[in-house]
């Protein structure tokens, strides 16, 4: 499965951005999508998960703020990010969980910049 992640750049506070990662592989559909990100000097975290059956969770951090969401059609997630915040600043990576004979087999994205000025 491979991944590519677009749509980061720089954004005023207050401001919102909206990622997009579109995923390889006919099976889509089956797989847990989630955004994860790493901010300067600080561990990888995830930020939201979205299942096959199309629900969400979210860290605390992002809750009402972000908006995660799936087109299987195009094979593509997304995450809409309202009222930034520079706290929000960080490489932003998108993250597949495919399910194979009962074997879990994780995959990354290049991971797209976020960058919130205050």
């Known amino acids: 499965v491979q991944l ?6 720089l954004v005023q506070a207050g401001g919102s951005l909206r990622l997009s990662c579109a995923a390889s592989g006919s099976t889509f559909s089956s797989y847990t999508m989630a955004w994860y990100r790493q901010a300067s000097e ?5 930020v939201a998960n979205i299942l096959r059956d199309g629900s969400a969770m979210y860290t605390d951090d992002v809750k009402g703020r972000f908006t995660i969401s799936r087109d299987n059609t195009l094979n593509t997630i997304y995450l809409q990010m309202n009222s930034l915040a520079p706290e929000d600043t960080a490489v932003y990576y998108c993250f597949a969980r495919v399910v194979k004979n009962a074997v879990e087999y994780d995959y990354w994205g290049q991971g797209t910049l976020v960058t919130v000025s205050s």
């Open 4 to 9: 590519q992640a677009s749509g980061g750049g």
């Open 42 to 46: 600080k561990q990888r975290e995830l």
